[in-house]
């Protein structure tokens, strides 16, 4: 499986009201919205989400941010997804992110940094199924 990743919409984009224009960047670069919805994580389901990161000393605070608000998860498909999306969004600092990237242009720190993309296709499928069931996943194969 290397076409599907998951993009979240952070709560500092939903704040921003920028849902509709990252949206329209992520379409724009030819990516398929497979499934979307808004929810806001329980520190658990965050600290799950982010279990990689649990001995880093921004997990708490990471944690406290992705529960601030509500979120946007998003199941993405197209050919080579997974790093055409990091690619999109740009470094994970957006003092250090390319020219024209999601992050570049919306991001006010390395913590409130917009959007998530996964880091590997293997992470894409397991954070995909993070958020949504296989009854929600009805037109994407591979699952
Ligand atoms: P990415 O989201 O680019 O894959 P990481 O997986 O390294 O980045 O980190 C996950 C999230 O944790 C980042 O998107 C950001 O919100 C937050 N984060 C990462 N590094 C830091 C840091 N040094 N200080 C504060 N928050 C951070
Ligand atoms: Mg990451």
Same mark, same amino acid.
């Given at each position: 499986m290397n076409n599907k990743t998951l993009a979240i919409l952070k709560p500092d984009c939903v704040k921003k009201n920028l849902i509709g224009k990252v949206v329209t960047l992520i379409q724009?670069?030819?990516?398929?919205?497979?499934?979307?919805?808004?929810?806001?994580?329980?520190?658990? =389901?965050?600290?799950?989400?982010?279990? &990689?990161?649990?001995?880093?000393p921004f997990f708490n605070d990471l944690i406290v941010?992705?529960?601030?608000?509500?979120?946007?998860?998003?199941?993405? $498909?197209? $050919?080579?997804?997974? $790093?055409?999306?990091?690619?999109?969004?740009?470094?994970?600092?957006?003092?250090? =992110?390319a020219e024209g990237t999601i992050r570049k242009l919306y991001a006010d720190? &390395?913590? $409130?940094?917009?959007?998530?993309g996964s880091d590997s296709n293997e992470n894409a499928a397991i954070e995909i199924l993070h958020f949504f069931s296989r009854k929600e996943l009805p037109d994407i194969n591979g699952f």
């Open positions: 724009k670069a030819g990516f398929k919205v497979s499934a979307m919805k808004m929810v806001k994580l329980t520190p658990d =389901a965050a600290k799950g989400f982010y279990q &990689i990161h649990k001995d880093r941010y992705m529960t601030s608000g509500p979120c946007v998860p998003i199941a993405l $498909e197209k $050919e080579n997804a997974v $790093e055409d999306f990091r690619k999109l969004i740009g470094a994970t600092d957006p003092a250090k =992110a720190s &390395i913590q $409130e940094n917009i959007v998530h």
